[in-house]
């Protein structure tokens, strides 16, 4: 807790398994930009398990790690070019809250296996990003919600946002049974995006559901993700490059 830089690193061609760990109010270094900030930090081909051990299961949620009050983003997972092999993640039962930044953050061409049974509550810009080229097996029963309206600087530009799930030029096997509610801007957010949303739930969000990639997004009637407003006709901003 309270350390300059990053919380939890790791780095390079190794397999890490973890468990109930409290990554907690990391601060930036203004001399190191790379992961500073950040409370979890995978990247360069590194596969990071968190409370896989936990049952698959209502009564996981959010009783894995803790990854709380971070300087910048919760959980950053990252491959690149020079990677030999991709950045993984597992994460089944997370706490992940109030940080200044995306609670967890896809990007570089990173891959999860799973997100499962996490909370993620009460983060800046977004809940949950998938950026460009990378994918995602299952999104199943989370908490992507109360996400605070913020701008995001990336290698790409800033992007002012607020949305509990963000997909762009992204892919996501199956995303079930999700609480979208209370996000500052969207629910959900899908701009060129390959995903299978069924059975997600939300309310009270600025805009409910924002599929601008009809023809590759499966959306059907069983999910109820509201929003006050109508989504807007023409895809707005959407999250993408790299922090």
Sequence with gaps: QDVVGVGVGVYGARDVATSRILVACTRVDAATSAGSGYGVYAAR???????GALPAGEASLSRGSQVLGNARAGVVVETGASSARDTTLALRGAFVASNDGPGIILQRGAAATEI?????????GLGLGLTEGTRVGEILCDQFTDTRPATLPTTVGPFAVGDGLSVYAASVTRADDNDLSRNGRFGALLG?????LTGNRGADNLYGVGNYAPRSVSLDATNRVSGRATSPAVAPPITLGSM
Excluded: K
């Design 116 to 124: 499962s049974y996490a909370r993620v509550v009460d983060n800046a």
């Design 45 to 51: 081909g590194a596969s990071l398990s968190l409370d």
């Design 192 to 196: 060129d995006a390959t995903a299978r």
